[in-house]
C-alpha cells in the first residue's frame, strides 16, 4: 500500500469515528492534512503557489485586481465539496468560491483557501424535455459547443470564457437572446447547493422556495456552493433557418460627428417598433482609445430571414449611412466567435474596471456623457461604452432579479496596461458614472447598477444592486448562512451574525 492510500484510510477512519461520537448525521469533517488526502485520491487536487498549475489556476479575468491564494482546493465529487466545506467551516478557515473567475472585483478569490469549480465540467442535454443539467465548473463555450448543430440556444453569456454560476445566479442577460426567452437566472427549474456545513440541498419551485428566489438574482457567492444547474433550453425554429440560426447583424459608423444622430435615431426605433417585437436584440457599442472611435450596433432578429429588411431598413434610411453593415446567419455558437473569442481571450493581460446603470431611459442629457468622450494621446485607457438592450427580458418576476422596468443597461469597460494607470483610470470611470447619474437625476431615469459587473468603488451598493430585495435577501441568508461563512466585501450579510 502506498502511504497515499494508507493515509485516505485513517482519514475515512478519523471521520467515521468523528460521526459516530457526535452521532451527527450531515456533518462530516476530517483534518486539513486529510481533507487533502481524500481531495486527491477522488481525482481532485490541491494547488500551493509552487505548484507547476498554480499561476494558471490562480489568474484572474481582470488583471488589476490579481490577488494569489494560498491554497486552491479543487473537488472532483459534490460529496468532496461537501466535506471541504463541513472540514473549513468548522477550522474556521474563510473561503471564496472560484468559477469562472470573471468578477470585476476578483471576489472569486482572495490571500486565504479558494475551493474551485473547475474540475465539475458534466454537461447532460435532455431533448425530450429541453433542459440541460450542467455542472459548476463549466464556462458557456463549452455549453454552447455541445449544443451547437442542434436547434437549441441556451440563456448565457456572450464572453465565451464566463462561468455558468456566476453569470446565472446574478441575472445574467444575453444582449440576443434574452429578449425572447428571458434572463439567465428566468432560465433556471433547480439548483442542487451544498451549505455551509456540507448539507447538499435542491432548490427548486417546489423544494426550498425562497433559496430558489435567492439564487436567482441574488448573486454567486452569497447563499451557499452552487453544484449543478438545471437550464430550460430553447429550440431556434421560427427563423426557417437550418440548424438554429438566427440573423445577426453588424452595424458600424465610424464618424464621430454622426454618433448622436445614430443613437437618436436607435432610440426612436426602440420606442416604436423593438419594444413591441421581442425577437429584436441589440448590443451597441461606442468604442474610445487614444486615436480612434467608432460606433457598433450588434442587432439581432430571432424571426424569419424573409422579415429582416422590412423591419431594419426603415429604422436605417433614416439616419446617417453606416460605414459597414453586414447580415449573417449564425448560431449561438458562431456568434461568440465575432462577439468573444477575439475580443475576450483569457487570461488577458490588460487591466480593466467597468461600471453599470440600469436605465428606465436615455435623455439627451444622458446622451452628452455617452458622447463626451473623445481620442486622447494623453492616456493609453481605451473606453467602450456598451448601452445593452434589455426593455422586457425579465420574463419571471418571481425571482431576487431586481429590475423587471429597465430598457437599458448603460456599461462602459475602461481598459488601460500597467499598475501606475489604476488610480487615474477607476478615478475616470467613476466620475464618468458620477456625472451620467447627475445628468439622469432630474428624470429618475437611473435606478441601480448590475450586480454581474460589481464594482468594490461603488457607494451605497446594496440600494444599487438589489433595491427593494434587500431585506427579504438578508433574511434568507440568515436562514442558509446564519454565521456569515460565504463572506466578500460587497456580499449579502445575515442579521444578527
Ligand atoms: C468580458 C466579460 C464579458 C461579460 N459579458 C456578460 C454578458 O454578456 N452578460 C452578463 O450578464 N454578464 C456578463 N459578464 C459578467 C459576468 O457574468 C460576471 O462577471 C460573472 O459573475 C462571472 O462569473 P464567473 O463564474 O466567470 O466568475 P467568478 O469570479 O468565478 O464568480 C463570480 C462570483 O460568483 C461566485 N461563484 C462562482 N461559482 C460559484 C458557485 N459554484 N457557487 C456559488 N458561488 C459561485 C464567486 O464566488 C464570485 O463571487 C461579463 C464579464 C466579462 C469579464
Ligand atoms: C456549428 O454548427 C454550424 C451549423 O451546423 C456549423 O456550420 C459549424 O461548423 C459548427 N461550428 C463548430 C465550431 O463546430
Ligand atoms: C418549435 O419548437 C417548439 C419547441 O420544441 C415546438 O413546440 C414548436 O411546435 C416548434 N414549431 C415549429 C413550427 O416547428
Ligand atoms: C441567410 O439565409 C437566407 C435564407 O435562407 C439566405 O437568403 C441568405 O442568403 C443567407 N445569408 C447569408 C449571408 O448566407
Ligand atoms: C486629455 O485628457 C487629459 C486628462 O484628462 C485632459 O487634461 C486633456 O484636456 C484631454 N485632451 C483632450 C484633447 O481631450
Ligand atoms: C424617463 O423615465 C422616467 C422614469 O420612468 C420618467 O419619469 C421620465 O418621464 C422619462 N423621461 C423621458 C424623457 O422619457
Ligand atoms: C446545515 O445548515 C442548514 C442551513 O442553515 C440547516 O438547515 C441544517 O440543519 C444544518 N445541518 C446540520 C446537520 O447542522
Same mark, same amino acid.
Given at each position: ?124 442535454? &435532455? ?44 441575472? /445574467? ?10 434572463? /439567465? ?38 447563499? /451557499? ?24 447583424? @453588424? ?19 426602440? &420606442? ?27 442587432? @439581432? ?153 460589481? &464594482?468594490?468603488?461603488? +457607494? ?10 434587500? +431585506? ?26
Amino acid at each position: 500500500m502506498t502511504s497515499l492510500s494508507v493515509r485516505f484510510g485513517l482519514a475515512l477512519l478519523h471521520s467515521t469515528l468523528i460521526l459516530s461520537i457526535f452521532g451527527v448525521i450531515g456533518i462530516n469533517t476530517v483534518s486539513m492534512s486529510d481533507l487533502e488526502s481524500i481531495i486527491t485520491s477522488h481525482g481532485g487536487q490541491v494547488l500551493r503557489i509552487t505548484d507547476v498549475g498554480y499561476p494558471k489556476a490562480a489568474t484572474l479575468w481582470n488583471a488589476a485586481i490579481q490577488v494569489w491564494p494560498s491554497l486552491i482546493i479543487r473537488p472532483a465529487t459534490y460529496d468532496d465539496v461537501a466535506l471541504a466545506l463541513s472540514t473549513l467551516y468548522s477550522l474556521n478557515v474563510p473561503i471564496r468560491i472560484m468559477g469562472g473567475r470573471h468578477s470585476y472585483g476578483g471576489y472569486c478569490s482572495h490571500r486565504g483557501v479558494v475551493l474551485d469549480s473547475t474540475l465539475l465540467k458534466k454537461l447532460e442535454i &435532455d431533448w425530450e424535455s429541453e433542459t440541460i443539467t450542467m455542472q459548476a465548473g463549466l464556462i458557456w463555450s463549452e455549453v454552447y459547443a455541445a449544443l451547437n448543430g442542434s436547434e437549441y440556444a441556451i440563456i448565457g453569456g456572450l464572453c465565451p470564457t464566463v462561468g455558468v454560476v456566476g453569470y446565472t445566479s446574478a441575472g /445574467g442577460y444575453n444582449s440576443l437572446y434574452s429578449r425572447s426567452y428571458g434572463l /439567465g437566472s428566468d432560465n433556471v427549474l433547480s439548483f442542487k447547493v451544498a451549505t455551509y456545513n456540507g448539507t447538499i440541498v435542491t432548490a427548486s419551485s417546489t423544494s426550498n422556495p425562497d433559496l430558489y428566489w435567492a439564487l436567482r438574482g441574488g448573486g454567486g457567492g452569497n447563499f /451557499g456552493y452552487v453544484l449543478e444547474m438545471i437550464h430550460k433550453i430553447h429550440r431556434i425554429n421560427q427563423t426557417n433557418l437550418p440548424t438554429g440560426q438566427h440573423s445577426f447583424l @453588424s452595424i458600424t459608423w465610424s464618424n464621430r460627428n454622426d454618433f448622436r444622430a445614430v443613437l437618436r435615431n436607435w432610440l426612436k426605433f426602440v &420606442d416604436e417598433v423593438a419594444n413591441f417585437d421581442t425577437r429584436i436584440g441589440f448590443d451597441v457599442i461606442i468604442f474610445t482609445n487614444s486615436e480612434n472611435s467608432f460606433l457598433l450596433i450588434y442587432g @439581432s432578429f430571432n424571426g424569419p430571414h424573409a422579415d429582416l429588411e422590412s423591419i431594419f431598413q426603415p429604422w436605417l434610411s433614416k439616419g446617417p449611412k453606416p460605414d459597414i453593415y453586414t447580415v449573417k446567419n449564425f448560431t449561438q455558437f458562431e456568434v461568440i466567435t465575432v462577439t468573444g473569442t477575439a475580443n475576450y481571450p483569457f487570461p488577458v493581460k490588460e487591466r480593466q474596471h467597468i461600471v453599470s446603470a440600469m436605465a428606465i431611459n436615455i435623455t439627451e442629457a444622458m446622451l452628452d456623457v455617452l458622447l463626451e468622450s473623445q481620442p486622447n494621446t494623453t492616456f493609453q485607457i481605451s473606453q467602450y461604452i456598451g448601452v445593452i438592450y434589455l426593455h422586457d427580458t425579465n420574463k419571471d418576476k418571481n425571482t431576487a432579479w431586481a429590475f423587471p422596468d429597465i430598457t437599458f443597461d448603460i456599461a462602459p469597460g475602461f481598459v488601460w496596461y500597467t499598475s501606475e494607470d489604476d488610480s487615474t483610470a477607476i478615478n475616470i470611470a467613476e466620475s464618468w458614472l458620477k456625472r451620467l447619474m447627475n445628468a439622469a437625476a432630474p428624470t429618475e431615469s437611473i435606478v441601480g447598477g448590475y450586480l454581474n459587473y460589481i &464594482d468594490p468603488y461603488m +457607494d451605497n451598493w446594496q440600494q444599487m444592486y438589489y433595491r427593494e430585495h434587500w +431585506d427579504r435577501l438578508r433574511e434568507i441568508k440568515t436562514v442558509w448562512d446564519p454565521t456569515w461563512y460565504f463572506r466578500f466585501p460587497q456580499g449579502i450579510p445575515p442579521n444578527n451574525p
